[in-house]
């Protein structure tokens, strides 16, 4: 089983031709709801694969909190281990969508109460997981408690630093793969990403979008090449992206073969509207994964 500790929300989408500057007011073309959250997001990219998956998060008992629960029984989502906090609302996340890219602010609500004794309490479904993977929209005395636990009982972990702004240095040596876009690499680790990439060798994978994604073997530069496509709703490529890549680690793929499952998986997921909408099932993955003509960058 694979287990995901992380964020649950209701992401509220509005659709726009022309992204306001401050003080401007600018008229939206659309207004969706969907269920999201990073860790949500990713659990269910793992339970739409066919893998089992458990959820170790938080909600309120609100009208979204209910809602988010039932969508992920419904996924097959094993949700025992998700708390409930009757005076607090369920985390929000608001979107901005524009020419098939996204802008977005997270309000964490309930998930800032996922703390550390709520983790001691699901200590054994970590320490039983064959891997976890885990973001930062929850607390980061959390994500190093979690981090703490699956290092000292051999549990991989991947580990994707987002949003950056709650990374802490400590982790990078905790987690067994780390997973940040381009940008969020240049924020931990400043701007020469090869140096950063052969500093850890294997452990760190940085996403490039629709180009694909890279890391550093210990010998050599390695490109993953993206996969051709047509987006419709970018929100949920990385969430998608790390859940994919967890899920082909469980199936005791390699690195190379995971970052290239991963990136097919991702690719699929923004021709759909919403984070959770357009991910897919391993079927799929496997028939993008024939079309790929082109052959890896080694350097």
């Known amino acids: 089983m694979i287990t995901v500790v992380g964020s649950i929300n209701m992401d509220l989408v509005v659709q726009t031709n022309h992204v306001p500057e401050i003080g401007e007011t600018k008229l939206g073309t659309s207004f969706s709801t969907y269920f999201g959250g990073k860790g949500a997001n990713q659990v269910v990219s793992i339970a739409r694969l066919g893998k089992e998956a458990q959820?170790?998060?938080?909600?309120g008992t609100d009208g979204y909190g209910e809602?988010?629960?039932?969508?992920?029984?419904?996924?097959?989502?094993?949700?025992?281990?998700?708390?409930l906090f009757p005076n607090e609302t369920t985390g929000i996340a608001t979107i901005i969508v524009?020419?098939?890219?996204?802008r977005i602010i997270v309000v964490p609500g309930a998930n800032n109460l996922l703390t550390c004794n709520e983790i001691e309490r699901v200590k054994q479904e970590i320490v039983q997981s064959e891997i976890v993977v885990i973001q930062l929209e929850i607390p980061s005395e959390t994500v190093h408690?979690?981090?703490?636990?699956?290092?000292?009982?051999?549990?991989?972990?991947?580990?994707?630093?987002?949003?950056?702004?709650?990374?802490?240095?400590?982790?990078?040596?905790?987690?067994t793969y780390l997973t940040p876009n381009e940008s969020e690499c240049i924020s931990i680790f400043g701007g020469n990403m090869e140096q950063s990439l052969e500093l850890y060798p294997n452990k760190l994978i940085v996403t490039l979008g629709d180009q694909g994604a890279r890391y550093y073997d210990g010998e050599k530069h390695i490109f993953i090449k993206g996969f051709q496509t047509t987006p419709l709703d970018t929100t949920g490529a990385g969430d998608t992206f790390n859940g994919s890549f967890a899920f082909?680690?469980?199936?005791?793929?390699?690195?190379?073969?995971?970052?290239?499952?991963?990136?097919?998986?991702?690719?699929?997921?923004?021709?759909?509207?919403?984070?959770?909408?357009?991910?897919?099932?391993?079927?799929?993955?496997?028939?993008?994964?024939?079309?790929?003509?082109s052959t890896d960058t080694k350097i």
């Open 55 to 59: 959820m170790i998060g938080a909600c």
């Open 67 to 83: 809602k988010a629960l039932a969508l992920l029984k419904q996924e097959n989502v094993k949700t025992e281990n998700v708390f």
């Open 98 to 102: 524009s020419e098939a890219d996204n």
């Open 145 to 175: 408690a979690v981090l703490e636990i699956c290092k000292q009982h051999d549990v991989p972990v991947v580990l994707n630093p987002a949003p950056v702004d709650n990374f802490k240095e400590e982790f990078i040596e905790l987690a």
């Open 248 to 293: 082909a680690l469980a199936e005791g793929m390699g690195i190379q073969e995971a970052v290239r499952f991963a990136n097919a998986s991702a690719s699929i997921s923004v021709e759909k509207q919403g984070a959770q909408s357009g991910m897919p099932s391993l079927e799929k993955v496997l028939d993008r994964l024939k079309d790929k003509d």
